[in-house]
T-cell receptor, first 116, second 114 residues
Framework: AQTVTQSQPEMSVQEAETVTLSCTYDTSENNYYLFWYKQPPSRQMILVIRQEAYKQQNATENRFSVNFQKAAKSFSLKISDSQLGDTAMYFCAFMALTSGTYKYIFGTGTRLKVLA | EADIYQTPRYLVIGTGKKITLECSQTMGHDKMYWYQQDPGMELHLIHYSYGVNSTEKGDLSSESTVSRIRTEHFPLTLESARPSHTSQYLC?????????????FGPGTRLTVT
């Protein structure tokens, strides 16, 4: 069975600084996708970044980038130049394409607070 | 923002009432999901659908039921609400066949059963 682990329940970072959120997963699948989602307080869950397992290059979206280590089954999110609007719950998620199902496995989330 | 809608956004209802939470998406996605989430906590999959007339129970046992008669519509029904059903309910959709690998989420329905 696939699992996703986020070992940091809460983190804080000063505005304009860089922070890294960790995520590890376990799977025997070879073809899968990994995601980071952001859920601001009382607001809609939105996709931050997506990584295809077959791509070696780490995904980047503006200030957000990932460090994808397939062999280590690690998928961390780096937020550069943190902004107050980055304050949110961040969920790491996994979805395997080859298992015949399309279920997403979510981590327990990391609550990030950006301090002014 | 994604074109996935949930109504009502907030609902306070008494124990024993029957309620239906609505979820609709205009993206033509074939897969839809319902999650239960206590505020600021992890998501629990309670139902999913891979297409019209296809529904399955998720990983978290739930007393709710769902239907999928139309691609765009995936309502969730509680026949008899209880205080233990108090939570936030998130609807999501995806379409891997069309290259949409990520899920799009609705704004959620925050349910309180008194």
């Amino acid at each position: 069975a696939q699992t996703v682990t986020q070992s940091q329940p809460e983190m804080s970072v000063q505005e304009a600084e860089t922070v890294t959120l960790s995520c590890t997963y376990d799977t025997s699948e070879n073809n899968y996708y990994l995601f980071w989602y952001k859920q601001p307080p009382s607001r809609q869950m939105i996709l931050v970044i997506r990584q295809e397992a077959y791509k070696q290059q780490n995904a980047t979206e503006n200030r957000f980038s990932v460090n994808f280590q397939k062999a280590a089954k690690s998928f961390s999110l780096k937020i550069s130049d943190s902004q107050l609007g980055d304050t949110a719950m961040y969920f790491c998620a996994f979805m395997a394409l080859t298992s015949g199902t399309y279920k997403y496995i979510f981590g327990t989330g990391t609550r990030l607070k950006v301090l002014a | 923002e994604a074109d996935i809608y949930q109504t009502p956004r907030y609902l306070v209802i008494g124990t024993g009432k029957k309620i239906t939470l609505e979820c609709s998406q205009t993206m033509g996605h074939d897969k839809m999901y319902w999650y239960q989430q206590d505020p600021g906590m992890e998501l629990h999959l309670i139902h999913y659908s891979y297409g019209v007339n296809s529904t399955e129970k998720g990983d978290l046992s739930s007393e709710s039921t769902v239907s999928r008669i139309r691609t765009e519509h995936f309502p969730l029904t509680l026949e008899s609400a209880r205080p233990s059903h108090t939570s936030q309910y998130l609807c999501a959709s995806s379409d891997q066949g069309a290259g949409v690998y990520e899920q799009y989420f609705g704004p959620g329905t925050r349910l309180t059963v008194t």
